[in-house]
């Protein structure tokens, strides 16, 4: 089993900037893809950013230009900075990690808690 904690969302005005990170532990041989997703009630949940193993990054279109995920591989991190934020930005924002289990050959996937970050006008 694997468990992702994430910290660090609160509330902002817009234009501010805040940082999420998310800390995998448990049974980890490997970490492939690791990313962020947001939801908000009633909508699905959306892509946010992804970085590969290799540190390859993928964001959606919204957040170009504005986010910027990075990683850490020897303490199993992924981070999230956020930059001038927007109320539109406001939502419950997940942790995922894609990991081979020790002794696995099975990808599996993982989630985190989710943490609320708020974005005020």
């Known amino acids: 089993q694997v468990h992702l904690v994430e910290s660090g969302g609160g509330l902002v005005q817009a234009g501010g900037s805040l940082g999420l990170s998310c800390a995998a532990s448990?049974?980890?041989?490997?970490?492939?893809?690791m990313g962020w997703y947001r939801q908000v009630p009633g909508k699905q949940r959306e892509l946010v950013a992804t970085?590969?193993?290799?540190?390859?990054?993928n964001y959606a279109d919204s957040v170009k230009g504005r986010f910027t995920i990075s990683r850490d591989n020897a303490k199993n991190t992924v981070y999230l900075q956020m930059n001038s934020l927007k109320p539109e930005d406001t939502a419950v924002y997940y942790c995922?990690?894609?990991?081979?289990?020790?002794?696995?050959?099975?990808?599996?996937?993982?989630w985190g808690q989710g943490t609320q970050v708020t974005v005020s006008e």
């Open positions: 995922n990690a894609e990991v081979y289990n020790i002794g696995s050959t099975t990808l599996t996937n993982y």
């Open positions: 970085i590969g193993s290799s540190g390859s990054t």
């Open positions: 448990g049974s980890i041989f490997s970490i492939q893809a």
